[in-house]
């Protein structure tokens, strides 16, 4: 399986969840568990092919704990950040509005 980059909307899904469940790294197991699966199946409707790796629990746990790191200001997480966490992150915080319409057509389009 070749490494996908991650996009804006996975990445602002991500730190949904992470804001959702009190701005720790222990995302709450439903929503953790149900995350791949949202995310399978974007990838498969963008005509990518996915395996068992894509976007599953412990990778997106280890994003969690990057998005944890820029919400510490460094003090906590891991420092491996990529910069569409940062991006991300950062649009909850100064583009909330913009944060949330992203979240909501993530979830009309593939929680559907």
């Not at 704990?65 to 820029?70: E, G, K, L, P, V």
Request: glycine share 6%.
């Amino acid at each position: 399986m070749v490494k996908v980059k991650w996009e804006l909307d996975e990445a602002v899904i991500l730190c949904d969840a992470y804001i959702k469940s009190g701005r720790t790294m222990n995302i709450e197991k439903s929503i953790l568990e149900n995350l791949p699966i949202l995310l399978n199946k974007r990838a498969r409707e963008k005509g990518m092919i996915v395996d068992e790796k894509f976007r599953n629990i412990y990778g997106l746990s280890m994003q969690v704990r990057c998005i944890h790191h820029i919400a510490t200001n460094g003090r906590e997480g891991l420092s491996n950040v990529g910069k569409i966490f940062s991006e991300a992150y950062d649009l909850s915080e100064n583009n909330p509005k913009e944060f949330y319409s992203i979240v909501d057509d993530f979830y009309q389009k593939y929680a559907g």
